[in-house]
């Protein structure tokens, strides 16, 4: 499957910078999740959405900021983020939150410096 | 708490078999699927099991027992293309997917 796009697909910035990861799913599907991928560790789920309303969020640190304005896009908009937030950021979609198999797409390469 | 175990690494040779081990301790059961995710790539779905038993899908089967809490991916006739990490991940009884740290697999000629 090659339905869910991301971009960029590398990004280095600093602690004070401020951006955002896009993701964009073009299989129809209704939910979209967003999740850190870490060597050598298992996928960390952060954040869910469902038709467009956040249905799941992990504990996840102010610092990420998630939104989704429809059901086919979503972003992850990022501040003051620290060094070991370095990781792949994964996003994937399935048909609903939950039940159905999940969709990846490439991930976005964070570095923070 | 919620645990998924696999090898963190196997080695095989090109044309062999090998078979990727999952264990698994989660709030209840919906479910279990194994994903392949080459280097720098997306994560790519590969079978789902609910049921006991094998599930055969070309090259690839996987394996179920939800006695023992165990599942396994079987890969026949490796081929170089095969070298990735292979993850497994549960579906639990909040239908939340709990995720293994995945195993690479190195395949060599």
């Known amino acids: 499957e090659t339905g869910v796009t991301q971009t960029p697909r590398h990004l280095v910035m600093g602690m004070t910078n401020k951006k955002s990861l896009k993701c964009e799913q073009h299989l129809g599907h209704n939910a979209m999740y967003w999740y850190k991928q870490s060597a050598k560790k298992p996928l960390e789920l952060m954040f869910v959405?469902?038709?467009?309303?956040?249905?799941e969020n992990n504990s996840v640190p102010s610092r990420f900021s998630p939104e989704c304005p429809n059901s086919s896009h979503l972003f992850l908009h990022l501040h003051t983020l620290q060094p070991e937030d370095s990781a792949l950021y994964l996003c994937?979609?399935?048909?609903?939150?939950?039940?159905?198999?999940?969709?990846f797409g490439p991930g976005t390469r964070l570095t923070v410096l | 708490g919620q645990n998924i175990d696999q090898p963190t690494e196997m080695t095989a040779t090109e044309g062999a078999i090998v078979q990727i081990n999952c264990t698994y301790q989660t709030s209840g059961f919906n479910g279990l699927f194994w994903y392949q995710q080459h280097a720098g790539e997306a994560p790519t779905f590969l079978s789902y099991n609910v049921l006991d038993g094998l599930e055969e899908k070309g090259r690839f089967s996987s394996f179920l027992s939800r006695s023992k809490g165990y599942s396994y991916l079987l890969l026949k006739e490796l081929q170089m293309k095969d070298s990735a990490s292979y993850l497994c991940a549960v579906r639990d009884s909040n239908y939340q997917l709990i995720w293994g740290a995945g195993t690479k697999l190195i395949i060599k000629p």
């Open positions: 994937a979609s399935s048909q609903l939150a939950g039940e159905d198999t999940q969709y």
């Open positions: 959405y469902n038709f467009k309303e956040q249905t």
